[in-house]
């Protein structure tokens, strides 16, 4: 059993690729630089993540997938499931070996998997569009805590700088403790070490806008009243607006 | 901004709350420079209230006075309610405000029909014109258009509205008489023409010059009421496919007939508004939209109502054998797509699949085929399995319905041991 250690980023997956091409010898299992070793490891191979490695990979593989495939990729990285970077290393490999692209092939399980995780990404990466709240805080700053099963926000950006280009607005991850901040012209990765809001995601009253607490109450004042009575189906409820981002909604306090 | 506000728009949504589109899809537009918001093509829904409905848009009518006393509307004029009106500034402060915070993708705006349909849809359009024009909003609006306004102003409001909607509420002429004496269906469908022409005529003006302005890019929409009249189902799925012939209609809404008026004889005391119909008439709009079927495949004379028990598409296979079973492998994307249990994003998924090799059920059920229903209608070059044909319609509808806890089950029927 072959076994390849790497710094479980995008770019050294992309270079394990390379490295297992060069090599001939392809992984069985891929490991985090902290991971022990499986029994029965009869080689170890160290991978150093490397640019010009990687982007060749990346170079190769535009010619021989479509785009919106390779797109796909790096999207399923952010699931940040156990498994993905095998799957997507199979991927990397069938697309390589395969004469004709194999994008389209959904009944190959590897493809039809990574289309499953691409779609669930998407879907995760619409919640977020969805459900973030904006709290004005007294300096005009939007704030808003979220926290998506998948590492997406990156992915939200340019959504979210599109609709609110003309307002300062912060959205944080609390689950991976970080967040970015566009400043009317980028978008920055910032981090908090000292938090001013409380555990559901709302700002103190003293960093908050004077109106802020009014706004709430009429939107959950909405909420509440748009529901027709005669229709209550709570399980559809919870089915599309599941239950765990209600510790952030305003409307759910 | 005052508590004040705060029992308005608690009024004023109670009021709008039964008007059942929500859809803030159909435009696509980016931020333009000096404006706020943006438009995203496929909607989103930002909450979905407890009755599983979504929350897309700010639903608020301007006011809920109404001069018209339409037995089905919870606004007429002779219900002892609550009554209401938001100042231009207030409306137009709430969009901005619940927009800038992510609750919202933009305003549905409706109103009651005060002094004249002329008077109300000029107030509408100003309200409009002033969120785009002086407020700089580039976010989605659907507005309302009046039954009975003028052409002048369904055509200003569609410059700056990316929907409007003019809802039919009933879909026969007389029923809609009986029920509300002041409408008739020149007053719906006069409207709805004005909003064609313009889009069609927008359209063709683009083509010609990038700059000429959009005209309501999202199309229309309208909406019936399911159950509160004898209409079948024929008759409301012919009348919406002839309205979908029309390429601005988007969508035909249905709404289960709710009893808000208890006190009218002219309507069914119905004490629950029947979801099932409601949900088997959106299948079959389903099916007219995007599955290729024509009305006269869902419904005929022989069949005037959707079967409550199965689904539009099941039924209508099981009373066409002769088409099944379909072979995955050779069959074309049309009739793939008419096997139950295979939806479009399936049958585009076997359809790209196979040209790499044969597909087999396993590869069938990963690929979200719902394989339970779609089992006995098709085949896939593995050993012959029971089709439609070795067990009888009558015996596929009946595995089918068995367990689903509907009450119409109660009979008791004899099971035989599978062979």
Not at chain 1, 191 to 214: I, N, T
Not at chain 2, 71 to 81: G, K, L, M
Request: proline share 5%; aromatic share 12%; with cysteine.
């Amino acid at each position: 059993m072959i076994a390849y250690k790497y710094d479980k980023s995008f770019e050294g997956l992309l270079s394990a690729v390379f490295e297992a091409y060069a090599s001939k010898k392809f992984p069985d299992v891929l490991l985090g630089e902290n991971d022990l070793p499986p029994l029965f490891c009869d080689e170890m191979v160290e991978i150093v993540t490397d640019e010009e490695r990687s982007t060749r990979v990346w170079k190769g593989l535009e010619r021989r997938i479509s785009k919106s495939a390779l797109y796909t990729l790096p999207d399923c990285w952010l699931s940040e499931l156990p498994d993905v970077d095998m799957l997507i290393f199979r991927y990397i490999r069938k697309a390589i070996d395969a004469s004709q692209s194999i994008e389209m092939n959904f009944g190959d399980p590897d493809v039809m998997q990574l289309a499953k995780i691409w779609r669930s990404v998407i879907k995760e990466r619409e919640r977020v569009m969805q459900f973030v709240r904006f709290q004005k805080t007294a300096d005009g700053l939007f704030f808003s805590c979220i926290e998506p099963a998948f590492n997406v926000l990156p992915i939200t950006l340019s959504h979210f700088i599109d609709r609110f280009h003309d307002q300062k607005w912060i959205i944080y991850d609390a689950k991976r403790d970080y967040g970015f901040y566009y400043d009317l012209t980028t978008a920055t990765e910032v981090h908090f070490d000292d938090k001013q809001w409380d555990d559901r995601g709302f700002l103190s009253e003293s960093v908050a806008d004077m109106d802020e607490k009014l706004f709430q109450q009429l939107w959950k004042g909405y909420f509440d009243s748009m529901a027709i009575k005669e229709r209550l189906n709570p399980r559809l409820h919870k089915r599309n607006l599941p239950v765990r981002f209600w510790k952030y909604l305003p409307e759910k306090r | 901004m005052n508590d004040n506000v705060l029992e308005k728009l608690k009024t004023l949504a109670e009021s709008a709350k039964y008007d059942v589109s929500c859809a803030s899809s159909g435009t696509t537009r980016g931020h333009k420079a000096g404006m706020v918001g943006s438009a995203s093509g496929w909607g989103i829904c930002h909450s979905f209230a407890e009755d599983g409905r979504c929350i897309a848009l700010l639903k608020i009518m301007l006011t809920n006075y109404c001069m018209y006393d339409c037995a089905y509307c919870i606004n007429r004029r002779s219900n002892d309610i609550k009554r209401a009106t938001l100042s231009v500034s207030e409306l137009v402060e709430l969009t901005m405000e619940f927009y800038r915070r992510n609750y919202i993708e933009g305003l549905f705006l409706s109103s009651g029909v005060v002094r004249s349909p002329d008077y109300t849809m000029e107030r509408l359009v100003r309200i409009v014109k002033d969120l785009r024009t002086v407020h700089r909003y580039n976010g989605y609006i659907h507005l309302k258009s009046i039954p009975g306004a003028s052409r002048e102003l369904v055509d200003e409001a569609g410059l700056y509205a990316d929907r409007m909607s003019v809802n039919i509420e009933i879909p026969n002429e007389q029923s809609l008489q009986a029920l509300a004496p002041e409408k008739d269906f020149k007053s719906v469908f006069t409207p709805m023409q004005y909003i064609k022409q313009g889009s069609l005529q927008s359209i063709e003006e683009r083509k010609h010059y990038r700059h000429a302005p959009r005209y309501v890019p999202a199309g229309q929409s309208t909406q019936m009421i399911v159950g509160a009249t004898p209409e079948r189902d024929k008759d409301i799925l012919t009348l919406s496919s002839a309205l979908y012939q029309d390429p601005s209609m988007k969508r035909v809404y249905y709404s289960g007939y709710i009893h808000v008026n208890t006190n009218d004889t002219r309507l069914p005391a119905v004490s629950k508004p029947p979801l099932v119909r409601e949900n088997r008439l959106y299948q079959a709009d389903w099916l007219l939209r995007f599955y290729q079927f024509s009305v006269d495949e869902i419904v005929d004379d022989a069949f005037p109502d959707l079967d409550l028990e199965v689904d539009p598409k099941l039924s209508w296979a099981l009373r066409h054998p002769e088409k099944f079973p379909v072979d995955v492998n050779t069959a074309d994307y049309e009739l793939i797509l008419r096997v139950p249990g295979i939806g479009v994003k399936s049958a585009n998924l076997i359809v790209t699949s196979r040209r790499f090799g044969h597909i087999s059920s396993w590869q069938l059920k990963k690929m979200g085929v719902v394989m339970k229903k779609a089992q006995y209608f098709l085949t896939c070059r593995e050993l012959p399995i029971r089709t439609i044909h070795e067990l009888t319609p009558e015996r596929v509808k009946r595995i089918l319905t068995k367990g689903s806890n509907n009450s119409m089950n109660t009979q008791y029927t004899i099971q035989f041991p599978d062979d």
